[in-house]
């Protein structure tokens, strides 16, 4: 999915949340929707991923946007800042940093800022925070950029160990074809040639003895070439 009609809908999934939790009926089952749409969300992840079962969605997956949806109506629901369940909060922005591009996340992180500070400061006294929920709310935008800067260190060491991987491959291909030439030079030098230096003392005599070991050595040399060729070929592949 584009950047743009993700984030999109990412927002909506924010926005819809907090509309979901304006309506008195709605909200006295959002545990029961939490929880159906978690299910969901599950088996829309075997059927997509196959044998392969992941919990977190796929980069730029619209099963982000479900899931994240549920992780708020299941904080939003049971006291937003205040909510026994708001550790789960850090699960949903690890789930953005790593399903979603950075730009993307840190739209999204300071959405659910703006998601949770509304509710809080609806339930609230005076209208003001206390200092447990305001550390919760000042958590949340810290931990994304923490998630992000992790996500990018990974991805860089990452790349480099496939770096490293693909220039040890060369480096032992290299090696390989100069032991087959060193293999050939070394025959030509110790056996090929000196036979050739005893036969061309009576090239006469020894015609077709000569002419056998010229079409020796450029049979090996095409075996040569060719399993050097085979291997440049793999290695393309």
Known sequence: MPAIKHAVLLTMSVLGAYLYLQVPVLKHYSLQAFALISVFYLILQ?????RIYLILPENSSANL??????FLLLTGASGSLASPFFAITFVELFFLALAAPAATSLLVALEIVVFHFSLSIAMSNN?????????????LPVVMIFYLFAKDQYQKAYC????????TRELNKAQSDDRAVAEFISSLLNRRLPMLEFLLSFPEKNKEAINSEV???????????????????????
């Open 46 to 50: 075997k059927k997509q991923r196959g």
């Open 65 to 70: 946007a479900l899931i994240n949806f549920a």
């Open 127 to 139: 209208f003001v925070l206390s200092m447990g929920a305001l550390s919760n709310l000042i958590a």
């Open 160 to 167: 480099n160990s496939l770096l490293i991987d693909a220039e």
């Open 215 to 237: 079409k020796i050595l450029k049979r090996d040399l095409n075996v040569l070439t060719r399993s050097i060729n085979a291997k440049n070929k793999e290695d393309e592949n």
